[in-house]
């Protein structure tokens, strides 16, 4: 069965009114269930192997109305740990809010900006969730091996840092070749066709087709 693409809950989208409080934050379940479907499951519609160690992570997606900037760039999605570090206390009121929402400590919590989510494209809303779930990584031993715990067989997971780390105008005053990181490879890859066309997005959002987003 086909997931329609998860929009953020109307109250999340609602302009604050300073003598009424709004929640500006919820838990996003569809979404969760949306980006199986859709990237992680073994038959999942745009299925990416690069994200197959996350069949056996616990995720927790959240929306978000509350506009974030890092570095002077705004911020539309983010995605971390689920650890906490501070005082017991803090820590027992972190638990107890996380629990309450997923019903356990996830492996990964993936925050998505609600205003963008519900006015971008589907293929820009896509590429938002992906990669979000880029960085929910599997760590790799010495020799580039994935490692698995020793104990459970889970994998061992951590934050996965870019591909490609460059400004665009590092690139244009030096060109590909001196730019940092796996730049050139990037710049190839934009080369090529892409592996999912619009086509294809149109058919796992279920949007497109329909003049929506």
Known sequence: MELAR?????????????????????????LEAWARATFIAEDARLLNEDHAHLRDATLGLLWCS??????????????????????????ARWEQQITGWFGTIPDFLLTFDAAYADQCSDAAFCALVEHEL??????RDRWGAPRFNAQTGRPVF?????????FVGVVS????????????????AAGRTPIICEADIAGA?????????
């Open 134 to 139: 880029y960085h929910a990584g599997q760590k």
């Open 173 to 188: 005053r030096y060109g590909v070749g001196n730019a940092a990181g796996q730049t050139a490879a990037l710049v190839a």
């Open 66 to 91: 509350e506009p974030m900037e890092s570095k002077g760039n705004t911020v539309v999605g983010l995605c971390e740990e689920a650890t906490f570090i501070g005082n017991r206390w803090a820590k």
């Open 158 to 166: 951590g934050i996965r840092g870019h591909d490609v780390e460059e």
């Open 6 to 30: 998860p929009r953020p809950p109307a109250s999340l989208l609602m302009e604050q009114d300073a003598a009424t409080a709004f929640r500006t934050v919820e838990p996003a379940h569809d």
């Open 205 to 213: 959002c279920g949007t497109c087709g329909r003049g929506v987003g």
